[in-house]
């Protein structure tokens, strides 16, 4: 009589073959585990394990410490401001006021360098590096203009410390972008201007507080985040995943991953982009020619010569003419203003979406322009044009930090290839930079031909173009991996 097995027998040989192949899975993903584990300290020191989801602790931990370059990028910015002519009498030029726009001024011109010559520091080291980097001059900086006893040295500590917030508008934004979960990357990019905002106020705080004649002191202060920055990328902040993937580092790239985004770290991250050979850098040619760097630095513009400038700078003389007359008290209202705009738009960022938050920020500034030059211009609103001017400036504020102030220097990263990224963050802060400057030096002149209120109608006319730009050309990256953007983007 001829055997042959039961269909009981067939089936439970069967599930046996499948818990063998089963447990091979498992052994085998344990050996992977193990052996990523080797590549960590390439990585910052970061370990995994994929059986539990990820704490959101290390993306916070890095974010923070990388803000501390963002802190810097403000503080910088307004500390110089109140104990102007106090440094001006101490160092010899009290009344010239060529030399005292110059301690200004060079920051500014460093900040353009720094952001354009670091272009490929962050791609050919990686971020955590150019951190490093960037805290030298950022420090050295404090401290040649804590201890400077002529104009040269305190010009030479101004253009560092502007080297190093060129360095750090370009770096905070692309790190952040690159180790923020898919879900939170608006809320956490958004943290790049509030801390700017934050360290614009900061300073603010300073110069009420400190006496003008102790502004040594001022800048001591600002050696503290360059010193935290240092220490937090030796430390404990990990390499950007995405520029270990794109080197070739792969193992370590999905180590860090899995560790910063948990479980589907692996898919987040994406395919590998690395050819396994030698990693060529890519030109400014093709920098130029992606569809992200243009955006980008046309976004930018667009946000310069919206009017930005004109209003911080002006904004003291606006609140005198209202019957404010403590033009720190005309600051303090400006940056608490921003600082709270700033907020709620990151609360939004990963609800609204980063075009819908642009489109209604460019609409408030435009709408607030308008009714500020028509003040200004109509006899009829002669009476107002004070309460006008007033709520005008303020209601400007609140409508930047819901978008303008905050999105572009998030969405470049997000909409340009990792190949060129590093180097199309550049470019567009260099634009942002270097618009900064013109218009601080050229609007004052504007003025003096045309008036302030066909000033601010030209800018409530570029706003209006930025609302049409934004709505027809960026793309929505709220939800989207940033692999899936660039698919997105390669598709236009």
């Known amino acids: 009589m001829k055997t042959g097995s039961s269909p009981q027998i067939s089936t439970t040989a069967a599930q046996l073959r499948r818990k063998d192949r089963s447990m091979d899975g498992i052994s085998s993903r344990h050996a992977y585990v193990r052996a990523s584990a080797s590549d960590a300290a390439e990585s910052g020191g970061v370990s995994c394990n994929n059986s539990s989801p990820a704490s959101l602790l290390p993306v916070l931990t890095a974010v923070a ?23 001006a009498a101490d160092l010899g030029f009290a009344g010239n006021t060529a030399l005292q726009g110059a301690i200004v001024s060079s920051s500014l011109a460093g900040a353009a360098v720094g952001s354009l010559g670091g272009a490929g520091l962050a791609d050919n080291v990686g971020r955590r590096k150019a951190f490093l980097i960037d805290a030298v001059p950022l420090l050295a900086g404090a401290l040649l203009c804590a201890s400077a006893t002529g104009l040269s040295t305190m010009l030479l500590g101004r253009a560092l410390v502007g080297i190093g917030i060129g360095l750090s508008s370009a770096l905070v934004p692309l790190y952040i972008s690159e180790i923020a979960p898919t879900k939170l990357r608006g809320t956490l990019g958004s943290i790049n201007q509030l801390l700017i905002c934050v360290g614009i106020l900061a300073a603010l705080i300073v110069n009420v507080g400190i006496p003008a004649q102790a502004w040594r002191s001022m ?3 600002s050696a503290v985040p360059a010193v935290l920055l240092a220490l937090g990328m030796l430390s404990v902040c990990p390499e950007s995943p995405t520029w270990l993937a794109l080197t070739g580092q792969r193992t370590a790239a999905e180590t860090t991953a899995v560790k910063l ?4 770290g692996v898919s987040q991250l994406g395919s590998d982009k690395s050819d396994g050979g030698a990693r060529s850098e890519p030109s400014w040619g093709e920098v130029l020619s992606s569809r992200g760097a243009q955006i980008g630095v046309i976004v930018f513009i667009l946000q310069q010569f919206s009017g930005i400038n004109a209003i911080v700078y002006f904004s003291s003389s606006v609140f005198a003419k209202a019957g404010v007359a403590s033009g720190a008290l005309a600051s303090a209202a400006v940056g608490v203003v921003n600082v709270l705009g700033t ?10 979406g980063r075009k819908q938050l642009m489109t209604i920020s460019f609409t408030g500034m435009g709408v607030a322009m308008l009714t500020m030059a028509l003040g200004l211009a109509l006899p009829a609103l002669a009476t107002f044009s004070g309460p006008i001017a007033l709520i005008g400036t303020l209601a400007y504020i609140l409508a930047f930090a819901f978008g303008a102030g905050p999105v572009p220097g998030l969405l470049v990263p997000e909409i340009t290839a990792a190949k ?22 050229m609007f004052l002149a504007a003025v003096n031909a045309v008036g302030v209120a066909t000033c601010y109608l030209f800018f409530a006319a570029v706003c209006a173009v930025a609302v049409f730009f934004v709505n027809k050309v960026v793309v929505e990256t709220k939800g989207r991996s940033l692999e899936d953007i660039e698919r997105a983007m390669a598709a236009m």
Do not use: T
């Not at 985004?261 to 589907?264: I, T, V």
């Not at 907020?343 to 609204?352: E, H, N, Q, S, T």
């Not at 060129?420 to 030096?441: D, E, K, T, Y």
């Open 261 to 264: 985004w948990g479980p589907d």
């Open 65 to 87: 410490f990388a803000g501390c370059g963002a802190f810097s990028f403000g503080y910088h910015l307004g500390v110089v401001n109140g104990p102007l002519e106090a440094i």
């Open 420 to 441: 060129v990224r590093g180097r199309a963050v550049a470019l567009a802060m260099g634009s942002h930079w270097v618009c900064n400057f013109f218009i601080g030096q």
């Open 219 to 221: 800048f001591v202060i």
């Open 343 to 352: 907020i709620v738009a990151g609360g939004l960022m990963d609800k609204a």
